[in-house]
């Protein structure tokens, strides 16, 4: 049994949130004493007195400016919990900036680097890449780096990061949460699911411009987008009829029902990364449309999705007319998707590879 603190934000609508609460979950079940040093107000999944909190302010819920002291409180509370891994992600707020230079007061440290790739040309997407160059300079200083897409490792190598401190640790899914249905419906209508941030970096402009210029074509096709965000006013000025709902967020629990309705997922983001959506939608029995970037090239083989360039309106139009007039199509590339799922990405899986970073990790300080 090892005693782990994780810094990290908790229970906001983010793919890193997810990821830090099954890890968080994992990790207990498999009898390990975890403590969360956080600047959120709720975990779940652990007793209070096994949270620690610093603070912070909130840009969004997403990002926070963390106070100054919060490495030192961090250092402070790991030594008076006599804490034997400190597993870090980036990028919740500005703390894991600064935490390394306090290495020599901390116990071994482990960054799980969450950012993707942008994609296209644009003032955002700059910003990105700003932010992404900005936490590879601070991911390079802990003892132990987890990448969550195997695309990500070429940019650390010629960083100069040696690549015993890398190691590839993919999102995973609850398989048993994030299922199909017993039995698909059949109405004649179809129905594509979208999942995230209602912004432009998840592509949901070319969604809804996509799935407006099909539903003219198919009037027998509606749209469903669970996630907030900057575009929701777009969502009115799409169509003139009830066939777009926007259910906003949702408990992350209720998401599988939701999927086990609907007959394909769609999300044409411009940011690269191996997205939970898409795999929580893969496990749920989907066939997928996404964009060819990042690791989701060989996330998504033919048989199992339509991958779609960026940024083209066209593409995912074209993707959803191949769905709409092939049920056979759907329901094959479903099947595949829930396979490679179980057989690749369930957690069960990621949490034993995570415990050995914190091993390695321990045992290297130890020389």
Sequence with gaps: MMRIGIVSKFGAPDGLCIRTDSVLKGLVSRGHEVHALTHSKHVDGLPEDQIHRFRAVWLNKHFSIDSFSSPRSIARISKKLDIDVLHIQMNSGTTETFLPYYRNALPPTIVTFHLAYAGGMSFYTTLFGI??????????????????????????????????????????????????????????????????????????????????????????????????????????????????????????DKIPEVLQKMDAFVIPQNIGGLGLSVMEAMSCGLPVITTAIGETVRLLGKDEGILVRPHSVEDVADAMRVFGDDKNLRLSMGRKCRQKVEDQYSWKNQIHQIEKVYERAIESRKR
Excluded: C
């Design 131 to 252: 932010a992404w160059k900005g936490s590879l300079f601070s991911a390079k200083k802990y003892d132990e780096i987890i990448l969550v897409d195997p695309s990500q490792k070429s940019y650390f190598l010629d960083y100069g990061v040696p690549v015993n401190r890398l190691s590839i640790i993919r999102n995973g899914v609850d398989v048993d949460l994030f299922s199909p249905p017993t039995q698909r419906k059949d109405n004649g209508i179809i129905d594509f699911v979208y999942v995230g941030r209602l912004s432009l970096d998840k592509g949901v402009n070319i969604l809804l411009d996509a799935f407006g210029q099909y539903h003219r074509e198919n009037p027998d096709s509606r749209l469903t987008l669970i996630g907030d965000g900057m575009l929701k006013n777009k969502i009115e000025d799409t169509v003139d009829d009830d066939s777009i709902t926007w259910i906003g967020n949702i408990n992350h």
